[in-house]
């Protein structure tokens, strides 16, 4: 199917219209048109109204097109933006689950090998190739839940041959796979086994070896960091940015995930573009996240795998925070590409309406990784990403919960997905 096309008659329009993060009240203005219809040329948006406004100017925009969808009984949506996954990885960590439900924490299980350092070990030991079939089929996973862009993560290699390794992975994805994947540099996602006790000592690696190589072949548009109690500290976190900006990089948080330590204070004073996990950010760091413009990315996802306090959406957004979701899809924590369960957590748990929470999925999930300008919602001159629910409204997302509801994914207008085949 070419990129022109024109759904009609759908029962449910949900632009989520905007050019820029929602934030606070306007998180719940979804934008929705009943009985409306959507056109893309050359995979991009070019008509966004009711089914009568296209009727009225239909007679001179009819002899090109040449696929036409039935929109009627449907709810249309945005593609789904995934803003923080870890998909690139090798190997999996099923014991770690029966760990935790006897009782061990997240810590506990770092400190005895297991966690992320388990996970750069299969990941060093695992080829390009391994890397790519199984990255692969987790996107297309992923594409089955209506996400269109995503954002990926390295940090499974904490050397500079497998961090490499990841991103080109990634980048190599990019040019073969529907899904759009933007890349981020996650070199300080733990300290490695050869560091152990020398925290410094690696993020100087980091910087002198691993960042300026990222940064000159165009490798990563992000540097992240795990910026938490026994792993990277403030100032560690404070050195490595500064300098991934002045190399042109964008900043993303994982920040006060499991100890309060500052991390969402100085996302705010570093105005990375999101800051993310925040199940202890502090009531000041909240509101310093609004003044400055960083999105808070929330990932109830983990919040539920590691039975966790959840993350303050309800406070955030009251407070003026523009809030994003994300599945953290990764093979410890969070192992789920489930849009419907991502959605259903936050609203039975962080207190999100279903208006909110769809908001959070795709025009600030697009915020978050700074582009809200080509997708996130279904305006005139964005990508044509395009999500067809098997259901006449997105209220069915959360309340079908864990259930997906994709019946059709338009890719730049181009049909990629299809629960029918």
């Known amino acids: 199917m070419s ?117 750069v070990s299969s990941t060093r030991e695992a080829s390009k190739e391994e890397l790519l079939e199984s990255a692969n089929n987790r996107l297309n ?42 890349s981020t540099f996650l070199g300080a996602h733990a300290i490695p086994p050869e560091y152990l006790g020398k925290s410094d000592q690696y993020i100087g690696f980091v910087l002198d070896s691993v960042l300026p190589y990222v940064s000159e072949n165009e490798l990563a548009e992000f540097c992240d960091i795990f910026c938490e109690d026994h792993v990277f500290s403030v100032e ?3 050195r490595l940015l500064n300098r991934a900006q002045t190399l042109g990089l964008g900043v993303k948080f994982h920040a006060d995930e499991i100890v309060r330590i500052g991390g969402t204070e100085l996302a705010a004073e570093l105005g990375a573009v999101s800051a993310d996990h925040l199940l202890q950010a502090s009531d000041e760091g909240i509101r310093m996240l609004a003044r400055n413009g960083v999105i808070a990315t929330l990932l109830p996802g983990t919040a539920f795998g590691l039975r966790e306090p959840y993350a303050r959406g309800r406070f955030m957004i009251d407070q003026g925070c523009a809030v994003a979701l994300a599945t953290d899809l990764n093979p410890g924590s969070c ?26 999925m795709t025009i600030n999930g697009a915020a978050a990784l700074s582009r809200q300008n080509e997708v996130g919602s279904l305006d005139v001159g964005k990508l044509g990403d395009v999500v067809i629910l098997d259901a006449p ?29």
């Open 3 to 119: 990129g022109d096309l024109i759904i009609r008659n759908i029962a449910e329009l949900v632009t989520c219209s905007g050019f820029e993060a929602k934030s606070g009240e306007a998180m719940s203005d979804l934008k929705i048109i009943n009985n409306g219809a959507l056109r893309i040329e050359d995979g991009v948006i070019t008509f966004v109204g009711s089914e009568a406004e296209w009727e009225l100017i239909s007679p001179d925009n009819q002899s090109d097109i040449t696929n036409t969808i039935d929109g009627s009984g449907f709810s249309v949506l945005p593609g789904f933006v995934d803003s923080h996954t870890h998909f690139v990885f090798g190997g999996y960590r099923p014991d770690e689950f029966a760990w935790r439900l006897r009782g061990d924490s997240y810590m506990d299980i770092m400190k005895r090998g297991g966690g992320i350092n388990s996970t």
């Open 141 to 182: 996973s992923m594409l089955s839940f209506g996400v269109t862009t995503v954002e990926g993560k390295s940090g499974y290699g904490l050397d500079f041959d497998t961090e490499i390794k990841q991103l080109k992975v990634m980048k190599e994805l990019n040019k073969s796979h529907p899904v759009d994947i933007v």
């Open 236 to 238: 560690q976190s404070r």
């Open 335 to 360: 192992y789920t590409e489930s849009i419907p369960l991502i959605i259903a957590l936050a609203t039975l748990y962080m207190n999100l309406s279903p208006e909110e929470a769809i908001s959070a």
């Open 393 to 421: 409204s997105y209220r069915y997302i959360p309340y079908h919960m864990g259930v997906n509801q994709v019946k059709t994914v338009i890719k730049r207008g181009k049909v990629v997905y299809s629960k029918n085949g």
